[in-house]
């Protein structure tokens, strides 16, 4: 059943549920938003391309599994529990060997692969 955004605002949210609608990667979906910023589920599996974002600091938390957050001159390893903030202007690339379910925090106005528009580049995000 679809459900407009504004009858799911005051709602909790589930993210197991969340996560069951999800059968792809690397495309991520809104599940809530709050002061101009959203909060998006997303499913990561294999290798993104490297980018950055201009204007916004991007934050990952891990809800299932884990991957690594490659950067110039090192790379994080980001497990279930934790979170990493990628700050504004850092050039960044996610690398998931195994499948991964995470939250991305962010301004409404972040797009997946910042400074690059490729075949990965998603412009309208499902909202779930
Ligand atoms: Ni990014």
């Known amino acids: 059943m679809e459900r407009g955004w504004s009858e799911t605002k005051m709602q909790k949210v589930n993210l197991a549920e969340k996560f069951s609608f999800i059968n792809d990667y690397f ?3 809104i599940i809530g938003e709050l002061n101009g910023q959203h909060v998006k589920a997303v499913k990561l599996k294999g290798e ?5 974002h201009a204007h916004e600091d991007e934050m ?3 809800v299932k599994g884990k991957f690594d957050m490659e950067l110039r001159d090192k790379t994080v390893t980001i497990s279930e529990g934790e979170f990493f903030i990628v700050p504004k202007g850092i050039e960044h690339k996610p690398v998931a060997v195994e499948e991964v379910h995470l939250l991305l925090f962010e301004p409404a106005s972040t797009l997946n692969t910042g400074d ?10 499902e909202k779930l």
Do not use: A, D, G, Y
């Open 60 to 62: 990952f938390m891990i």
């Open 116 to 125: 690059v528009q490729n075949e990965l580049t998603k412009t309208k995000l």
């Open 48 to 52: 993104f391309v490297w980018h950055s």
């Open 27 to 29: 495309n991520p979906r």
